[in-house]
């Protein structure tokens, strides 16, 4: 760019711009450290890496005062988008149960590690291991959680027989139940004029929104306690994942159209833990085909426009967030933007040499072998494709650019 604004200014005969140092990515580490935001993060980073804040990195949690090796091992997926392992996640992380964590890949990403599949022949996510003993199925590991971490003051699921564990037990019905009617909506052609699928899927999530609505008045969640419990971590993984596609594949807006599922999901939104395992929508829309299948895509117009909103190939600078059809948090409407720019300068600073290595995959060798002709497999993922080494440079170095200009305005009007 800076030789391009230099040959440009010779013709029009106008000074020639200064052209802006590049700082090296040491220099850019040490100008964010310099910076309140950058101070912040490091010590966020910090708090993670000891394993003392909720994050999709974080190898290890600890509640209590012991450091020592935890009881508890979760087997997660690498990139944090199995709904299942986010169930059990939730529940560790509201429990305060010290754990630690152990990434394996889903098949539509990469292939399992040998000791992996050892233990867990048939290779499924989530697995657990409580003082070394191996268990899988998110909702039995929850129970088997509840059972030998348990705590009378913050019940997880009514101890006892009795009416509220009949609801709670009926909740979990309702669940598979708007599960089934999802994936009627998505995976099965439309009806023209009976609305079949939808009408199902939309009854579902009637049924649903009233049983949120039937509770204390005070509580946002199933149970009515101050604390959401197994029942809405059981929910929310997949209710997650069906607003993003119901409104991508769609265009059916879920949030605005069920009042009280959207209060529980603002009731999670405030919840630091919840918000380290949540996902966008454009990240669930994408991770859903490899592996549920490919959805049937409405061609309605309220469809067109959430597709064209939600994908970044359609969008251009500046970005307009009030327009985004993936609504901000709370929190995150009440900070301000340069935050936000500080946190993805401060994540390329963190991890240059694996993002420069990764964008020089697509001009690398073996580019879409693993997932060719396999539609299990993501065509994005592709684990095994060498990135072109002589690009990583150059690539790095336009990296620097991006983080430099995402801190310093003046680099970003720099033509
Ligand atoms: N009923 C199981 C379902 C678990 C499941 O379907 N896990 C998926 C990931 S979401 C899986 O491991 N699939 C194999 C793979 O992708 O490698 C549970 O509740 O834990």
């Known amino acids: 760019r800076g030789v391009t604004a230099a040959a440009a200014s010779a013709e029009t005969m106008e000074a020639p711009q200064t052209v802006p140092t590049l700082p090296t990515w040491e220099e850019l580490r040490q100008e964010l450290l310099d910076t309140s935001h950058g101070a912040a993060l490091a010590a966020r980073d910090q708090r993670r890496d000891e394993g003392l804040a909720p994050h999709t990195d ?20 690498q990139a944090a988008w199995c709904p299942y392992c986010q169930k059990v996640w939730l529940l560790l992380e509201a429990k305060g149960v010290d754990y630690e964590i152990s990434k394996v890949p889903m098949r539509s990403y990469g292939d399992k590690p040998d000791e992996f599949l050892q233990k867990v022949p048939r290779g499924l996510l989530p697995a657990i291991e409580i003082d070394g003993r191996l268990m899988t199925e998110s909702l039995d590991i929850m129970f ?18 009795g009416p509220e564990r009949v609801r709670a037990t009926q909740l979990l019905e309702l669940e598979r139940a708007l599960f089934g009617a999802w994936c009627g909506f998505l995976f099965r052609p439309e009806v023209p004029f009976i609305g079949g699928n939808l009408n199902d899927f939309e009854a579902a999530l009637s049924q649903v929104d009233k049983e949120l609505a039937s509770g204390s008045t005070d509580s946002p969640w199933f149970l009515g306690h101050a604390h959401p419990t197994i029942v809405d971590m059981q929910y929310v993984s997949h209710v997650e994942r069906m607003v993003a596609s119901a409104l991508y594949f769609k265009g059916y807006d879920i949030r605005g159209k069920f009042e009280h599922i959207d209060k529980w999901l603002v009731a999670f939104e405030k919840l630091p833990y919840y918000m380290a395992t949540k996902s966008d929508y454009y990240t669930h829309c994408q991770d859903i085909p490899p592996q549920y299948g490919q959805p049937f895509e409405s061609g309605s117009d309220e469809a067109e426009r959430s597709r064209a909103a939600l994908d970044p190939r359609g969008s251009s600078l500046p970005l307009r967030w009030e327009d985004d059809p993936e609504p901000l948090t709370h929190e995150q409407r009440e900070r301000p933007v340069e935050e936000f720019k500080a946190e993805a300068a401060w994540a390329l600073v963190r991890n240059s040499a694996a993002v420069a290595k990764f964008c020089c995959r697509a001009a690398g060798g073996g580019v879409g072998d693993w997932g060719r002709g396999n539609p299990t497999r993501s065509a994005l993922s592709d684990p095994y494709a060498r990135s072109a080494q002589d690009l990583v440079g150059p690539v790095s170095e336009a990296l620097r650019a991006v983080a430099k200009s995402l801190v310093d305005q003046r680099f970003c009007d720099f033509e």
Do not use: C, H, N, W
């Open 58 to 77: 974080a190898k290890v949690r600890y509640f209590g005062q012991g450091r020592g090796k935890p009881r508890v091992t979760l087997y997660r997926d």
């Open 144 to 161: 088997t959680i509840e059972r030998v971490f348990s705590d009378a003051a913050r019940p997880m699921f009514p101890p006892a027989p």
